[in-house]
């Protein structure tokens, strides 16, 4: 994790049971709105991921995906389109779940949760008053 600023990196790597890298992102922040995440393999992609408060409640979350087919490309390739027509689907099966997500003052975490102490900190800049008035929520 390396942050600056308003801007937050983090990559992120799914291991195998062998302890072979499956999966890899690189994922950029630009303040709690804008996240940018790049994802190289065998169907390398970019996702950009803007989100918007409507009310306290509520978020108008948009998603675009760019896919690098390669070379003279016009079309998708099979395994692309069965690509996006997956992450389309994660992402409807996680609204549910959005929805009932709640803030923990001290959650329960696993070492899989990743560095999110690391990101509330660099967070709660965003936040009235500010990082040096905010509470420590660690």
């Known amino acids: 994790v390396k942050t600056s600023g308003h801007v937050y990196r983090q990559e992120t790597i799914g291991r195998g049971a062998d ?5 890899r992102t690189q994922q950029t922040l630009f303040g709690l709105g804008l996240i940018v995440l790049r994802t190289p393999g065998p169907i390398p992609n970019v996702s950009l991921n803007a989100i918007t408060p409507i009310d306290e409640e ?7 995906y760019v896919v690098e087919e390669g070379g003279d490309a016009t079309t ?6 069965a690509m996006l ?4 689907s994660t992402i409807g099966d996680d609204v549910p779940i959005w929805e009932h997500k709640v803030y ?3 959650p ?7 560095p999110i102490a690391t990101l509330r900190k660099w967070a709660r800049q965003f936040y009235e008053g500010g990082a040096e008035s905010a509470p420590d929520r660690n």
């Open 58 to 64: 509520t978020v108008d979350l948009r998603v675009m």
């Open 104 to 106: 923990r003052e001290k």
């Open 85 to 88: 027509e997956a992450v389309a």
């Open 108 to 114: 329960s975490l696993v070492p899989g949760d990743g």
């Open 19 to 23: 302890g072979g890298i499956v999966w």
């Open 76 to 81: 998708l390739s099979p395994a692309a389109s």
